[in-house]
Every structure is written in C-alpha cells, then in structure tokens.
C-alpha cells in the first residue's frame, strides 16, 4: 500500500484502483460486462484470438455446446457464427435453416434440370449424356435388384475393412510415437516422405500379389486413410496443454491416468477429424481399385457399363457412389458430433 | 554436434528400414515380387533415362500441373463468389456437396465419353477432383472471416477490390491453402489413374505396363519415381505456404507461446 492510498479504504485492485470511488464502480461495471460479453464471443472465431487464459484455465472444453453448428466439431472454431445468443439466435437460426433448405433444394433441382435440358436439346450428344430422368429412372430400378445390392455390400465391406484396419494402426502408433520426443523426431523424416506417395501408385503392386481379390482393394484403402489419421493423432498428442499436463502431473495423475485423462481428451477432436478424412479417401480408393483393378463392387459395376456401352446405367451407378459418399458423409459427421459433444469449439484449427 | 545430431535423426530410420530390406531380400528365400536395393536403384536408373524423361514423364507433369492451376483459380474464384453471397452458397451448397462426395475417379468414365481421350480429358479430369477442397475451403475460409475486422473496413470505407485483396483474401487464406494441398494429392492420384485407364503414354500408363509384363524391377523404380513426384510436390508446397503464411505462422507461434 502506498502513501497516496486514502485509510480505511480497502484497496483489493491494487494501489491505483482505490484512488477514485467512481473510478472503482466504473472498472467494476466494466469487468462485469466484459464477463457478461464473453460466452458470446466464445461461440464466434475463436481461431485468432484465443488467449492463453482461457485456454489454460480449461473451462470451456468441459461445457456441452448444443448451440455447436453442424460442421466438424473440430474446426467449428472456424465456422464463426454470429455472436447473439438465447431464443432469438434460435429463432434466426430456424428461419434462415427453412429458406436454406428450400433454396438448397432449388439448387439441386436446378442442377437435374440443366442435365435434362443439356441432353434433350442435344448440345451435347444424348447417347454419352443421357438425360437427368433416364439416369434417376435406372437408379430407382437398381434399387429393386439382387446385383446392385450386392455391389453395394461388396463396396461397403472393403471400405469397413480398411477402415477399421488403418484407424486401429494409425491410433495405436500415433499415441506411441506422439507421446515420445525421441520417436516423433526419429519417424517425422520417414512419415514425411512415404504420406506424400500417391496410393495408386500402389495399383500395379496390388494386382501382382492380390489379383482382383479384396485384398488389393485393402492394400490401397489401409495405405491412403492410414496416414490421414495418423498425421491427426500426432498434431493431436502435440497439441496436449503444458499448463494442463503439469497440472496433472502435480496432482499426482501416472502416466495412464495422463494418457486417459489429459492426452486422449485432446487428441479426440482431431482423431475425429482424422476419421473423417479417412472415410472419404476410402470410399474414393475403393470405388477406384475396383474401377481400376476389377475388385467386385459398384467401381466394377460402373467399368462394366462404360465398356458395355449402357451409358444410362453408369449414370445411374456414379449418382449411387455419390450418395454413398453423401451418405458417410453425414454418418461420420453425426458420430463426431455424438462423440465429441462435451467438447466445445475452442480448439484450434486442425486441417494442415 | 547439433547438426550431426539432428542428421542423424533424420537419416536414422530410413538406414535402419533400408538395412532391414537388403537383409530381407538379400539373404531371404528368393521372392520373386521384391527386388533387393542394389538392383532397384540399378533399375531405376537405367529405366527412367532422359528419353524416357521426355515422352512419359513430363507430358504427365506438364497435364498435372495445367490440372492444379486450373482446380486453384476454379476453386478461388468461384469460392470468393460464392461465399461471399449468402443466397448462392444456401443455393449451391448441398449440390456441391454431392459433387465432392462423388469419387473423382468415377468422373473419368464419364469425362471421356464427353471430351475423348486427350490431354484435355486428363485435365479435365484432375479439375474435375482437384477443385472441391478449395473451393469448399475458400467458402469456408471467407464465411468465418473476423467480424471485427469485417466491421472495421466496412466503417472505413473500404470495398470492392480492395476489401477482397486485403481482408477477404488474407483472412481466407489459410483455409485455402488447407485445401491446396488437399487437393494436390488428389490432383496426382488423378493424373495417375487417367493415365491407367486410358492413354498411350505418361507415367502412369507406363506403369502398368511393366507391371503387365511382369518386369517386376522397372514396376519398382515406376512406384518409386512416383513418389519421389509425390515428396517433391508437397515440398514444393510446403515451401510456398512457408511464404504466403508467414505472418500467420508467426500469429500462432505467438499465440501458443502464450
């Protein structure tokens, strides 16, 4: 306490806080608005103005967010939504979701219509463009047959597989690797130089030893999603809090109990995202190896019409592999949701 | 010392892994898929000589390169417009969406039935693919722009080309440049398979046919030269993000030190 300091006042802000009453309430009046101010901000980009506070202090990553929007949990810190809250963001949020909706759909409906129009007019050659109706009418008659169900399953099958195989591999070594200075410095030359290395550049390998069996097809899928969600768990287990880890650390937590507590939790976003990346790559590898290589499934199918020349069914099959790749899409987007909903969007950006 | 030391990191697995290999294919059962290191090396050079270089190599480079340039302005262009304008990107969002989801290699089929097959098939095809990342990055990239900043040079004044060059675009850009190198790899695998499905020469064309004529070591060094293009391309990559990210960089070295 300084001299300047009048008695009997207490002066909890310091030396210069008491100086003036006024001055006081203001400050006060300014700090609870700030803290009143500062759930909103939360919600907007995060990305560049996250202060080392908050981010130490943990508190926001443990609050449910349900207002989170519908993007990658992960990389919503870079979606920005709009900083008002309560119902009437709610509301905005409905009324802009309803006009979203119906102008996504004239998108869409637009987007048949040129097909239809470019084809019927005959700007380009109707045989090798047939139009939007026939291709839609020939996927909803493949809908009803045994084959298509099959090559779908076949599909289906390869991609679980390699995912399965390559999430596993690449968490387990990713966690290993990452947790330990040595290793992530003794593998960081080899990892950069075989992920760069085009997968496809495997097809010709794949065929000498697998032939069209459903192994060449794992060979390619394990190889590409392997390194997307390795790459992942490595930013992830880098990204761990030092504040956080020593806060561990002197509360006792083993190393376990670290990896369960304070490493995984982080790492879980960006192990998602990961995942995410993984599904869409092993679809396209799978879809390709069979397009390629001849491995049974829809990649197959749609070789077949092309060099049969029924065009209208290989239009049919490349709308089937697009909803297929919508369709994991929006699965791979709901399980990160459901599996990272305690997680709210203050994580920094993870796409490198 | 430092530097022998952080050499030594850097070469010490591949030594280890290429040890392994010769010990493997050297002193193992003969196999007749994997040849040893001495006769790949051996292989590859005499395989990829220069006249090799001219007919199969670059035409692909040069069809790869034509492919990310077009999928970058494409993708910048229309991802500036389209995120931009709020009713253009609710009108055209789910409809790219489906584009994305579609495996760019099932384009080809179709790619070639509408343009032939050319060197404008192939780049087409490399577009086809290769613009989704960034165009859907650069969407994003301009929708979570910083409001404050927003805000600022609306107050002062500041638009048209000039709000693009210097609030839109820099604050995009790191998003962009995510999907840049999204797309490359995308973008190469696309060269390669075009080149498998239909085409007389190019690297990717080549082979496949060692591979059909069970020359097992030039199939090697191919997969090889493969990715070594590979390496380099994200090198090259690397090194021009280093330069337009440079401030950026730098924001979040600061950030995280904090």
Do not use: C
């Not at chain 1, 869409?108 to 047939?130: C, D, H, Q």
């Not at chain 1, 990892?191 to 000498?208: G, K, N, Q, T, W």
């Not at chain 1, 899409?329 to 997680?343: A, F, T």
């Amino acid at each position: 306490m300084t001299d300047q300091t009048p008695t009997g006042a207490p002066g909890p802000r310091g030396p210069h806080a008491s100086e003036d009453p006024r001055r006081e309430t203001e400050i006060e009046r300014l700090h609870r608005l700030e803290a009143a101010a500062r759930p909103d901000q939360r919600r907007g980009d995060t990305r560049r103005h996250v202060d080392a506070a908050t981010v130490a202090a943990l508190d926001i990553p443990t609050r449910p967010d349900p207002a989170a929007p519908p993007t990658s949990v992960a990389q919503s810190g870079a979606t920005g939504s709009r900083t008002s809250s309560g119902p009437g963001r709610a509301r905005r949020r409905a009324r802009r979701g309803w006009g979203t909706r119906l102008l996504g759909v004239a998108g869409l409906l637009g987007f048949l219509l040129t097909w239809e129009l470019l084809s019927r007019t005959g700007v380009v050659n109707p045989t090798y463009l047939p139009p939007a109706s026939a291709a839609i009418a020939d996927l909803f008659r493949n809908f009803g047959l045994a084959a298509f169900w099959e090559a779908v399953g076949d599909t289906m099958l390869q991609w679980f597989l390699g995912m399965v195989i390559a999430v596993t591999a690449a968490t387990v070594l990713g966690f290993i690797i990452g947790s330990s200075t040595f290793l992530r410095r003794f593998t960081n030359s080899t990892i950069e130089f075989l992920r760069p290395v085009p997968s496809v550049a495997l097809i010709p390998l794949a065929v000498l030893l697998y032939g069209v069996s459903i192994q060449s097809a794992l060979l390619l899928i394990v190889y590409a999603s392997f390194w997307q969600v390795l790459i992942q768990v490595l930013y992830g287990v880098a990204d761990v809090d030092n504040v956080a880890m020593n806060t561990a650390r002197s509360y006792g937590l083993g190393p376990l109990a670290r990896l369960r507590y304070v490493i995984f939790p982080t790492t879980l976003p960006y192990l998602m995202t990961g995942v995410r990346l993984a599904a869409a790559v092993a679809l396209i590898l799978a879809i390709t190896a069979q397009l390629i290589i001849g491995t049974p499934g829809l990649g197959a199918e749609i070789a077949k019409a092309q060099s049969g020349g029924s065009y209208v069914a290989m239009y049919a099959l490349i709308l089937a592999t697009g909803m297929l790749g919508v369709l994991i899409n929006i699965v791979m987007r709901v399980i990160e949701r459901r599996v990272l909903s305690w997680h709210s969007s203050v994580r920094t950006e993870v796409v490198k | 010392m430092k530097t022998l030391k952080s050499l030594l990191y850097i070469v010490g697995l591949p030594v280890i892994l290429l040890v392994l290999w010769y010990l493997a294919t050297a002193f193992g059962e003969k196999n007749f898929f994997v040849p040893t290191p001495a006769l790949l090396a051996e292989t590859f050079v005499e395989t990829w000589t220069w006249d090799r270089m001219t007919t199969d190599v670059f035409p692909s480079l040069v069809r790869l390169f034509w492919g990310i340039l077009g999928s970058i302005v494409i993708g910048m262009v229309g991802g500036l417009l389209i995120g931009s304008v709020r009713w253009l990107r609710a009108l055209l969002e789910p409809t790219m969406e489906f584009f994305r989801a579609i495996p760019p290699t099932v384009l080809i089929p179709v790619l070639m039935l509408l343009i032939g097959i050319g060197d404008d098939m192939k780049v087409a095809v490399i577009i086809a693919g290769a613009v989704w990342p960034i165009l859907l990055n650069t969407i994003e990239g301009v929708r979570a722009m910083d409001e404050v900043l927003s805000d600022t040079t609306h107050t002062y004044g500041i638009k048209g080309f000039n709000r693009v060059r210097y609030l839109i675009l820099p604050s995009a850009m790191p998003q962009i440049m995510a999907g840049i190198r999204q797309s490359l790899s995308i973008a190469l695998i696309l060269m390669v398979i075009s080149e498998m499905f239909a085409a007389s020469s190019g690297l990717g064309f080549t082979i496949v046919q060692f591979q059909r004529s069970f020359a097992i070591p030039e199939m090697w060094s191919g997969i090889v030269l493969l990715g070594i293009i590979g390496v380099l391309l994200s090198f090259v990559f690397q090194l021009v993000e280093r330069v337009v990210l440079r401030w950026y960089h730098g924001l979040r070295e600061i950030e995280n030190a904090a």
